[in-house]
């Protein structure tokens, strides 16, 4: 496998020189957990519950309640024939106040609807509503512009289409010192409503080719890493996908494999396993989306009736066998990233080789070769990370909650884990379904118990298994217990890799701000071993 950095990530990852530690920005540290598409890539649905019905609901009856106030207040004007400087000032209040009401609104709909801006606003006038919103809009009472300003950056600020990534790149590295690295994740969303649709007329391909130029420019050769998207339903539909993903990873053009389970599939999926053997052949990272975020399946339920799961119109987990429960996109996708799926594609190998092996046999997909339980134990030492720790929910969950998992879930022992009980919203419990005392199990519990697991004689049970922060340092309550992790437990204080989910997090602060706040918190030393070191080992190929 061609290695693509110019110096050896390898020797960063071992280095123990304080001159690094202090100087980090001079060394070039890696931002592990970035997007750069623009809204040529993503589906009409992709923010589509990003900001709640009510909240639109809430938007459009203060404005409608304003500019009753603002024609009330007028029309006794004009009955009255008089006025004062008061009457004046609060009539300008009342109108300023309408006007950015209805303005906000026409942003807030425009994402509730389908999300369908760019076909009905060009990026100029929506850039200048932006504008406003932010000359208007106190500093205090920024979050009302997040929302705009996230779909502001999606779009491309470059005519030509070869570079609107580029533009966008150029964007996100203005926010951090010249010598940062970034790994950039595609997103493959063709299958976000319909899970059996083609390949027809995507612009996936078009979104690699742009990535593919912009890695092969001298200037960026160095700073950018791009990821593949691999989603099982392409590979089905596209019988030549995986031939040129390991075409593009093994010239150099990309540096790695993403998916994202959340989208409609489990991370077991049969059709993955050419991509997971890829990985293997050739020690290439991989970064899946591990938690519960706003962006999810859209289709229904029953749509994802012949992937697998689906049986007698229960939805089933392959592995337990028990019910999935949620009936809407967001109850039931939390399922598909659950990280204990993760335990199961990479520890619960017989469990695996049946269920594939029922999935060739059920016809969902042709035999895919002989294999046996011993070559999908190899997959333990698939390189992994678990994208955004299990997310702020479940940080802010694990703080507040008494978690035992240790003594409630026996991670050494497969079979145990077969007695999970699945709720909605991603809610799976330890026990038996009589039980009356079933403990909720939380996700960031789950990943770190995963992450420092060791079998009798001291071994990892992952070796290559790692996390990123990705979006959670937005929220600096958080913080806190990241500096205890790094602090504390010498084995995930060497899994845990930096990142910001560019352009998530630009939904609650800028890169800049969210990454200096986090340097500031947990100080040199610790930044310096997530996004120098670790990132180094994860990303090595040789």
């Known amino acids: ?56 609901a809430i938007m459009l009856i203060i404005g409608l309640f304003l500019v009753w106030v603002v024609c009330s207040k007028m029309l006794l004007f004009l009955i009255q024939g008089s006025f004062s400087i008061i009457f004046i000032l609060k009539l300008i209040c009342t109108i300023l106040l309408s006007f ?81 690295k970034f790994v950039v994740l595609s997103m493959d969303m063709d299958y976000m409503v319909n899970c059996n649709k083609g390949v027809e007329n995507s612009t996936f391909y078009d979104q690699l080719d742009s990535l593919k130029k912009i890695k092969k420019n001298r200037d960026y050769a160095n700073l950018i890493f791009p990821f593949i998207h691999a989603d099982p339903r392409r590979i089905g539909h596209d019988t030549g996908f995986i031939g040129r993903m390991e075409d593009e990873l093994k010239s150099g053009h990309f540096n790695g494999i993403k998916i994202y389970p959340a989208l409609g599939y489990f991370p077991f999926d049969i059709r993955l396993k050419p991509m997971y053997d890829l990985a293997l052949k050739y020690n290439l990272p991989i970064t899946t989306h591990c938690s519960a975020g706003p962006v999810f399946y859209r289709g229904k339920r029953h749509t994802l009736r012949n992937e697998g799961y689906y049986n007698d119109k229960a939805f089933i987990h392959p592995f337990t066998g028990n019910k999935l429960y949620g009936k809407k996109p967001g109850q039931f996708t939390p399922h598909f990233t659950h990280p204990l799926n993760y335990y199961f594609l990479m520890n619960c190998p017989e469990k695996l080789h049946d269920y594939w092996k029922q999935c060739e046999a059920n016809g969902i997909v042709s035999p895919t070769g002989n294999y046996s339980v011993e070559d999908l134990a190899k997959y333990r030492n698939l390189k992994i990370c678990l994208g955004h720790y299990a997310g702020s929910k479940e940080w802010r969950r694990y703080l507040d909650n008494a978690w035992l998992p240790a003594e409630r879930l026996d991670l050494e022992n497969p ?41 009798n004689e001291g071994n990892t049970y992952f070796p290559n298994l790692y996390t990123d922060i990705s979006y959670n340092l937005s929220d600096r309550r958080m913080l806190p217990l990241l500096k205890v992790r790094l602090e504390t437990d010498r084995q995930i204080r060497k899994k845990i890799l930096f990142g910001t989910d560019f352009y998530m997090v630009a939904m609650k602060m800028t890169e800049r701000r969210a990454t200096i706040n986090l340097r500031s918190f947990i100080g040199e030393d610790n930044f310096n071993q997530i996004a120098v070191k670790n990132p180094g080992v994860f990303l090595y190929t040789g």
């Open 1 to 56: 496998m061609k290695n693509s950095f110019d110096e050896n990530p390898g020797k960063a990852s071992v280095t123990n020189n304080p001159d690094i530690v202090k100087n980090t920005d001079a060394v070039g540290f890696y931002n592990c957990h970035t997007h750069i598409f623009n809204f040529k890539h993503v589906h009409t649905d992709f923010l589509k519950g990003m900001i709640p019905w009510w909240f639109g």
């Open 100 to 180: 950015t009401s209805l303005i906000f609104l026409l942003v807030a709909a425009a994402i509730i609807f389908r999300m369908r801006i760019h076909n009905q606003l060009k990026r100029n006038r929506f850039k200048k509503i932006t504008s406003i919103l932010k000359k208007i809009i106190p500093g205090e009472f920024d979050f009302l512009v997040r929302y705009a300003n996230f779909i502001l950056h999606a779009y491309d600020t470059i005519k030509e289409d070869s570079k609107k990534q580029e533009a966008v790149f150029n964007e996100l590295q203005s926010y951090y010192p010249k010598n940062t």
């Open 415 to 455: 079979g145990d884990i077969i007695n999970v009980i699945h709720r909605k919203n991603g809610m799976w419990k330890y026990g038996k379904h009589k039980d009356k005392n079933l403990k909720p199990m939380n996700w960031f519990s789950i990943i770190s118990e995963m992450l420092k697991l060791t079998d």
